[in-house]
Every structure is written in structure tokens, then in C-alpha cells.
């Protein structure tokens, strides 16, 4: 089956740094999406990508569709505490498939 | 209200016990999934279902049965329980395929 390599795997910064993860895979997707899970809770969409080279923002997230179609980037800029939790980027093949594929996670951890 | 809802938050049972979870959306959506997220986050698909019909059935064992009684819900049934079935259990629903509203999911422990 389709493997999202996402990486780092956990990440320690200090409040008010900037964020950045990274998913990678051997095959390509039509639509990249990227989750946040908090602690105890399911993962929430963040941002939704459709586009190669497609660049969206949501508040202090941007991420972006590689041109490729074999990757996307999650930025967050000045973190806060609340910035915490598991984030999942999730590839999607093509719009009949029915099924995506969830990277393995990026755990963040923001010391205030 | 909430969109997609599970029932029960936590379930503590013994091995070989019978369990079942319950899962329903009221986001008029037409597919349902169950997920395994294990003690290392590690988010699975298990089963998928698109207007009660099973379309994606992950190498899972047959101990475990998925239900849809209506677009709405998706139980999720677990016979013979054993140990490494301990994880939490998402249900989530799409509108097809792209975007998945999570459930707050379910946590299994096996004793």
C-alpha cells in the first residue's frame, strides 16, 4: 500500500518559534491534507491542499502542496502553548478512491 | 451538537469478552470509517463505509465486524477480545473520501 514518510517524528521548541514538518511519499496524491490532534481528542483539519505548488494559509499555519504531488510542508510561525498535540498530514490519490493515508505523526511539544 | 459522536468514551473489559462500539454523524454524510490509533499514535484505517455499503476492509482480524444500519451510523463489534486490541478507536465521517470529521474516540482497554 501508498507509505507517507513524515518527519520529524517530535519536535521540543520554546514558545514564539517557528514550526516546521514535512510528509514525503513514493507515489502521488491529488490532495494533501494536514491534522491536528490534541491531547484526548480526534485530529481536526487544518488545511486542505488541491493543487501542486497550491500555498494556504490558516492564521499562523501555511502549508504547501509540493509540485511534485509526492510531498507538502506545514509551517506555524510563533508558536504558542496551545500549539501542542500530533500533528498528521494525510495523502489522498484521487477523488473516487474513498481512502487516505495518514503519515505517522509529528508530536509537538512547546516549553512556555 | 456534536457531528460525530462515539459511545462509550472508555471501555475496560476482559479478555474473551464481547464489545461493541457505537458511532453515529449527523453531518448528512455519505461515508463512515473506523480508524486504530495504537500506544505509538499510529493512525489505521480499519474498515470504510460508503452508503452502508463496505468498501475499504483493511487486514483486520474477523474477530472485528462493522455494522451500518443507516448512513448515519457505524457500530463497530469486537469479539473475543484480546490484549493488543487495547488502542483507541475513531469513527469518522466524510462527504466521500477527502475531508474526515473524527470522532472523540474510543478507548479500549483489554485486561
Known amino acids: 500500500g501508498q507509505q507517507l514518510n513524515q518527519s520529524p517524528q517530535s519536535m521540543f521548541i520554546q514558545e514564539g518559534e517557528d514550526v516546521s514538518m514535512n510528509c514525503t511519499s513514493s507515489s502521488i496524491f491529488n490532495t494533501w491534507l494536514w491534522y491536528k490532534q490534541d491531547p484526548g481528542e480526534g485530529p481536526v483539519l487544518l488545511i486542505a491542499l488541491y493543487k501542486a505548488g497550491e500555498l494556504t494559509s490558516n492564521g499562523r499555519l501555511t502549508a504547501q502542496f509540493g509540485i511534485t504531488r509526492k510531498d507538502s510542508f506545514l509551517n506555524i510561525s510563533a508558536s504558542i502553548p496551545s500549539d501542542v498535540g500530533i500533528y498528521f498530514c494525510?495523502?489522498?490519490?484521487?477523488?473516487?478512491?474513498?481512502?487516505?493515508?495518514f503519515g505517522d505523526g509529528t508530536t509537538l511539544t512547546v516549553k512556555p | 451538537d456534536t457531528a460525530v459522536s462515539q459511545t462509550p468514551k472508555y471501555l475496560v473489559t476482559q479478555m474473551g469478552n464481547d464489545k461493541s462500539i457505537k458511532c453515529e454523524q449527523n453531518l448528512g454524510h455519505d461515508t463512515m470509517y473506523w480508524y486504530k490509533q495504537d500506544s505509538k499514535k499510529f493512525l489505521k484505517i480499519m474498515f470504510s463505509?460508503?452508503?452502508?455499503?463496505?468498501?475499504i476492509n483493511e487486514t483486520v482480524p474477523n474477530r472485528f465486524s462493522p455494522k451500518s444500519p443507516d448512513k448515519a451510523h457505524l457500530n463497530l463489534h469486537i469479539n473475543s477480545l484480546e490484549l493488543g486490541d487495547s488502542a483507541v478507536y475513531f469513527c469518522?465521517?466524510?462527504?466521500?473520501?477527502?475531508?474526515?470529521?473524527f470522532g472523540p474516540g474510543t478507548r479500549l482497554l483489554v485486561l
Open positions: 469518522a465521517s466524510s462527504p466521500w473520501g477527502e475531508t474526515q470529521y
Open positions: 463505509y460508503n452508503n452502508k455499503e463496505l468498501i
Open positions: 494525510a495523502g489522498y490519490p484521487n477523488t473516487n478512491a474513498g481512502k487516505s493515508t
